[in-house]
């Protein structure tokens, strides 16, 4: 009897959770794989069915392949070195140094921030004309350039931009890590004469495996998923489409030229890529991280 | 000690690139239209112009983007941690059919990108007559898969004992669970309202495509409205985003270790 009325209870407790992520995430999920084997405007009531048409039609289209490239440069340009620098920084500030708060509340800043507020900021900076960065590139002798105008830097300017936005988190995540190293394990190695880049190269590095593999794949899945800052800083995908990221590409295929079955087969498509990358990473990546005490 | 100095300089370096936007920001905020477009460049406002903030505040519906904003973080974050702790309380210590199954479930539709989403749920948001609507922008993300994985890390961590002592004294689960064990869980709760508060307030994308009237967009939607607008007004720009910051960076910098912590403990999961 207790048991049926445990049951009961229970789905009681996840009925809310449940009914929401089954109406507004799985049910739309198996919609939009049904939408991507149509063509429809969404305004007019005929949708013609055209089975894997809108998939095919994907392999063919430049833009797309624009986008992806686009979104895998923008992704490799972010991610490692945006590790490497919360690195060295939470490095820097695990070292019992004085104004630790201070230091790392500023670096965490940027993160609680708003992206389109900042956004704002970052357009002023980079105005090719009026712009703070090259009056401040003037003064150490490099001629002005056009930064989010130029199909050149544009790209590289956004990277910049977004690695100030998310570097504190990284930071947060990776002082997590490193407290969680027993101070035994250093004391250890210095009994052994280890000096501090052995140690460094040794113990810190390998047993903050888990926290970097944690790191790559929230940034990875952040940065797939880009686009407030290319909405904000380079309207219509930026020169000769140069910052145009998947999801913006997929955002202007639905919502401005309203091909609703070629946007959810490019959605999909972006969701096989990051199933497919997350399942790499797990084979490549996880094997190496079991240092876990 | 040597090395403790090039350290603090290097953490500073860091720091006034980081706060720099942020500083630059708040000085053409003050300046006067024409000292914004000058060469060369002038780092000071000449005199301080605070008219900017009121002209910029009343050149777009600022007020109504705060109220919008505020209204739907403060429902969809109270309606995240309630969801998320009820549905990771069944998950953690109760048993029920198909509870694995059902956890997994939740745990793959993280795998699922808002993308693939958010063209069926802006037709069913159509088809309720949601759109733009409060319903609309708060409904879909009253549950968050994420915020139920940190409850339930957290809820399997109390110890068994506490809940039989609580039925020794005639407590059944619901009144376990408000009266002791919501109690001590202040740090999860924390995490999660931190979690759902930036995400909810910074998000973008979904209330871009569900709100068409000025009256209900929230204040990224229009801030994005006021940059098309005053494309080249630099002070005006810079002073809009001051005030859409301002209010954010105090809340943070008077409650900066539960921010940090609370997005800290989120990392562990």
């Given at each position: 009897?207790?048991?049926i009325?445990?049951?009961?209870?229970?789905?009681?407790f996840?009925?809310?959770?449940?009914?929401i992520?089954?109406?507004?995430?799985?049910?739309?999920?198996?919609y939009?794989?049904?939408?991507?084997?149509?063509?429809?405007?969404?305004?007019s009531s005929?949708?013609?069915?055209?089975?894997?048409?809108?998939?095919?039609?994907?392999?063919?289209?430049?833009?797309?392949?624009?986008?992806?490239?686009?979104?895998?440069?923008?992704?490799l340009?972010?991610?490692?070195?945006?590790?490497?620098?919360?690195?060295?920084?939470?490095l820097f500030?695990?070292?019992?140094?004085?104004?630790?708060?201070f230091?790392?509340?500023?670096?965490f800043?940027?993160?609680?921030?708003?992206?389109?507020a900042?956004?704002?900021?970052?357009?002023?900076?980079?105005?090719?004309?009026?712009?703070?960065?090259?009056?401040?590139?003037?003064?150490?002798?490099?001629?002005?350039?056009?930064?989010?105008?130029?199909?050149?830097?544009?790209?590289?300017?956004?990277?910049?931009?977004?690695?100030?936005?998310?570097?504190?988190?990284?930071?947060v995540?990776?002082?997590?890590g490193?407290q969680?190293?027993?101070?035994?394990?250093?004391?250890?190695a210095q009994?052994?004469?280890?000096?501090r880049?052995?140690?460094?190269?040794?113990?810190?590095?390998?047993?903050?495996?888990?926290?970097?593999?944690?790191?790559?794949?929230?940034?990875?899945?952040?940065?797939?998923?880009?686009?407030?800052?290319?909405?904000?800083?380079?309207?219509?995908?930026?020169?000769?489409?140069?910052?145009?990221?998947?999801?913006?590409?997929?955002?202007?295929?639905?919502?401005?030229f309203?091909?609703?079955?070629?946007?959810?087969?490019?959605?999909?498509?972006?969701?096989?890529?990051?199933f497919?990358?997350?399942?790499?990473?797990?084979?490549?990546?996880?094997?190496?991280?079991?240092?876990?005490? | 000690?040597?090395?403790?100095?090039?350290?603090?300089?290097?953490?500073?370096?860091?720091?006034?690139?980081?706060?720099?936007?942020f500083?630059?920001?708040i000085?053409?905020?003050?300046?006067?239209?024409?000292?914004?477009?000058?060469?060369?460049?002038?780092?000071?406002?000449?005199?301080?112009?605070?008219?900017?903030?009121?002209?910029?505040?009343?050149s777009?519906?600022?007020?109504?983007?705060?109220?919008?904003?505020?209204l739907?973080?403060?429902?969809?974050?109270?309606?995240?941690?309630?969801?998320?702790?009820?549905?990771?309380?069944?998950?953690?210590?109760?048993?029920?059919?198909?509870?694995?199954?059902?956890?997994?479930?939740?745990?793959?539709?993280?795998?699922?990108?808002?993308?693939?989403?958010?063209?069926p749920?802006?037709?069913?948001?159509?088809?309720?007559?949601?759109?733009?609507?409060?319903?609309?922008?708060?409904?879909?993300?009253?549950?968050?898969?994420?915020?139920?994985?940190?409850?339930?890390?957290f809820?399997?961590?109390?110890p068994?004992?506490?809940?039989?002592?609580?039925?020794?004294d005639?407590?059944?689960?619901?009144?376990?669970?408000?009266?002791?064990?919501?109690?001590?869980?202040?740090p999860?709760?924390?995490?999660?309202?931190?979690f759902?508060?930036?995400?909810?307030?910074?998000?973008?994308?979904?209330?871009l495509?569900?709100?068409?009237?000025?009256?209900?967009r929230?204040?990224?939607?229009?801030?994005?409205?006021?940059?098309?607008?005053?494309?080249t007004?630099?002070?005006l720009?810079?002073?809009?985003?001051?005030?859409?910051?301002?209010?954010?960076?105090?809340?943070?910098?008077?409650?900066?270790?539960?921010?940090?912590?609370?997005?800290?403990?989120?990392g562990?999961?």
């Open positions: 009897m207790r048991s009325k445990e049951e009961t209870l229970a789905y009681i996840i009925l809310p959770a449940l009914s992520i089954f109406i507004f995430h799985i049910v739309p999920a198996l939009a794989l049904r939408i991507s084997l149509y063509s429809w405007d969404m305004i005929v949708k013609e069915f055209v089975g894997l048409k809108n998939y095919i039609l994907l392999l063919y289209d430049k833009e797309f392949w624009k986008s992806l490239f686009n979104t895998v440069y923008f992704t340009g972010v991610v490692p070195l945006s590790i490497l620098i919360s690195l060295v920084i939470a500030l695990n070292t019992k140094i004085r104004g630790l708060s230091y790392r509340s500023v670096y800043l940027p993160v609680v921030t708003s992206m389109n900042v956004a704002m900021v970052w357009l002023w900076i980079y105005n090719p004309d009026y712009g703070i960065l090259n009056y401040l590139l003037g003064k150490i002798g490099i001629s002005s350039q056009k930064w989010l105008l130029s199909p050149y830097l544009a790209m590289p300017a956004v990277i910049l931009m977004s690695i100030w936005k998310s570097l504190g988190y990284n930071i995540i990776y002082l997590v490193l969680n190293i027993p101070e035994e394990y250093y004391s250890a009994v052994d004469g280890g000096g880049f052995a140690m460094l190269k040794h113990i810190t590095v390998p047993l903050l495996m888990p926290t970097t593999f944690f790191i790559i794949t929230v940034s990875f899945i952040s940065a797939f998923h880009t686009f407030t800052q290319i909405y904000m800083l380079t309207p219509d995908g930026g020169p000769l489409k140069s910052t145009s990221l998947i999801v913006y590409y997929l955002y202007q295929n639905a919502f401005v309203f091909k609703m079955g070629y946007a959810s087969a490019m959605a999909f498509v972006l969701f096989i890529i990051m497919l990358f997350t399942l790499l990473q797990h084979k490549f990546l996880e094997k190496r991280i079991h240092y876990e005490i | 000690m040597k090395t403790k100095v090039f350290i603090h300089i290097v953490l500073f370096i860091g720091i006034i690139i980081m706060s720099f936007p500083l630059w920001m000085l053409t905020s003050f300046k006067p239209q024409d000292e914004v477009l000058q060469i060369p460049l002038k780092w000071l406002p000449t005199k301080f112009e605070f008219s900017n903030y009121i002209q910029a505040w009343e777009a519906s600022f007020g109504r983007y705060f109220f919008n904003s505020i739907v973080t403060v429902i969809t974050v109270f309606g995240q941690i309630f969801t998320s702790a009820l549905a990771g309380y069944a998950f953690a210590k109760m048993k029920f059919t198909g509870k694995n199954l059902i956890f997994y479930v939740f745990l793959g539709t993280m795998m699922i990108p808002l993308e693939v989403t958010l063209i749920n802006y037709i069913l948001m159509k088809e309720l007559g949601w759109l733009n609507t409060y319903f609309g922008l708060i409904v879909p993300w009253f549950a968050s898969v994420f915020g139920i994985f940190l409850m339930r890390q809820f399997k961590t109390v068994q004992e506490l809940f039989e002592a609580a039925e020794m005639g407590c059944g689960h619901w009144s376990y669970l408000w009266k002791i064990l919501f109690p001590i869980s202040t999860v709760f924390v995490s999660v309202g931190i759902s508060m930036i995400s909810t307030w910074n998000s973008f994308l979904w209330p495509i569900m709100t068409n009237s000025t009256n209900m929230t204040l990224p939607v229009g801030l994005t409205y006021f940059t098309l607008e005053f494309s007004r630099y002070h720009l810079m002073a809009a985003a001051t005030m859409a910051i301002l209010p954010v960076a105090l809340v943070y910098f008077i409650a900066q270790r539960h921010f940090i912590q609370g997005i800290a403990r989120t562990l999961g």
